[in-house]
């Protein structure tokens, strides 16, 4: 049984380029959560969806970031006109809907603004 | 505002004994405790978590404490093994919320050989 799958792993951006970042949640495993972990930082929660919904993105920035998780294929976290505060790991995570919160993460996506 | 804290950026123990790893947190609507382990360049793995309903959760050399009118909680690992070394976060929900995690900053186990 295949983990949580984010690609790329390593993505470098210019400022003003997109970034979108990919997660595939575990099999049978409904609800996607997406944090952002600066340096010594903890892992900040951005936003919860399920399939075609979005749940929860208070954690999100108001501009330039959106996320979306289709009927088929992956999560994807888009960010649009990077700048360098962007730069970070951003970690996807998945859970079914039971038992209550154990969130399985991904390996992340460092993210490198130039 | 940080609601979930670790006090203690790092703790070194020896192979064999125990580590006691802390975490405190503030908001009383938060119901259920889980800790994550760490390792460079990798995701959190999961551990170990509680409900508010119980004060000590066991797995393995995995314990998890809880103490909610200190708002305390505490991880302990007996014995400790050098293949524990890693960041150790403190991650918490609240009841009636989106089941988002809200995590502390982490701190570094070193086990020494």
């Known amino acids: 049984n295949a983990g949580v799958m984010q690609n790329p792993r390593h993505l470098v951006r210019r400022r003003g380029q997109e970034a979108r970042l990919r997660c595939s949640p575990m099999k049978g495993h409904s609800h996607v959560y997406w944090y952002r972990q600066l340096p010594e930082e903890g892992l900040k929660f951005m936003v919860y969806l399920q399939k075609e919904n979005i749940i929860d993105e208070s954690g999100m920035p108001k501009e330039r970031f959106s996320a979306e998780f289709p009927k088929e294929g992956p999560s994807i976290l888009r960010i649009q006109q990077v700048v360098r505060g962007d730069s970070a790991a951003y970690f996807c995570a998945s859970s079914p809907n039971n038992p209550r919160n154990i969130q399985y993460f991904g390996a992340g996506t460092r993210l490198s603004v130039l | 505002d940080q609601q979930v804290k670790q006090n203690s950026p790092s703790l070194s123990v020896q192979e064999g004994r125990i580590s006691i790893l802390n975490c405190d947190y503030t908001?009383?609507?938060?119901?259920?405790f889980l800790w994550y382990k760490k390792y460079p360049a990798e995701g959190p793995t999961f551990l170990i978590s509680?409900?508010?309903?119980?004060d000590k959760n066991e797995d393995g050399r995995f314990t998890v404490f809880l103490n909610k009118s200190a708002k305390h909680l505490s991880l302990h690992i007996v014995p400790s093994q050098p293949g524990d070394s890693a960041v150790y976060f403190c991650?918490?929900?609240?009841?009636?919320?989106?089941?988002?995690?809200?995590f502390g900053k982490g701190m570094k186990l070193t086990v020494n050989p």
């Open positions: 991650a918490a929900s609240a009841q009636g919320g989106s089941e988002k995690l809200v």
């Open positions: 908001n009383s609507m938060f119901d259920y």
């Open positions: 509680i409900s508010s309903i119980k």
